[in-house]
């Protein structure tokens, strides 16, 4: 992960640093390189460990393994949503260039799993039943898409991150909701 500098490589801490899972299932971490507090002084750690926003388990081998940004989550109908782990799966349908998956608003859910499509072809877009099918098959029911957004481009950072909190401003071609 490149939370806290590299001091976990390949699911690994490296040595001196200690990696738990609070109760929220956030990483935590503690070891001697790590900051102990900001510029103006605020300590940032909780009881000598520092939260690092990024939810994640320990595999059966004993690994860490990092699910995603805990603000990136989406939580419909009492059910827990990675984006990536949706988008990773979307990505397989042939008229899908990008994808983003975020969070919004629904009144029956709490919020819908909302996913944002560059389509290949301007002309050919997937239809928001493929997409759902898709991710009910690989994920589960709970991970599909409840509305659909085409769009041009996905706002993505300089070295080509998404920038998830911009897909709700962008302008759509088209939209469906189910």
Known sequence: TETGSGVVYDGIPLDGVEV??????????????????YRDGTDPRR?????????????PDGRLVVHG????LVVTGGENVWPEQVETVLRR????????ISGSPDPAWGER???????????EV???????????????PWAAPRELVVVTALPR????????????ALPALA????
């Open 20 to 37: 738990r899972i609070d109760d929220g299932g956030e990483i935590m971490l503690r070891a001697p390189m790590l900051l102990r507090a």
């Open 47 to 59: 009881n000598g460990w520092l939260p690092t926003g990024d939810a994640g388990a320990f595999a």
């Open 69 to 72: 940004r805990l603000d990136d």
């Open 93 to 100: 349908h042939d008229k899908v260039a990008e994808v983003g």
């Open 113 to 123: 799993v909302t996913a944002y499509v560059v389509p290949v072809d301007g002309d």
């Open 126 to 140: 997937p239809s928001l039943d493929e997409l759902r099918e898709l991710a009910e098959d690989a994920i589960g």
């Open 157 to 168: 950072t300089a070295i080509g991150k998404l920038r998830r909190r911009e897909l709700a």
């Open 175 to 178: 939209r469906v909701v189910r």
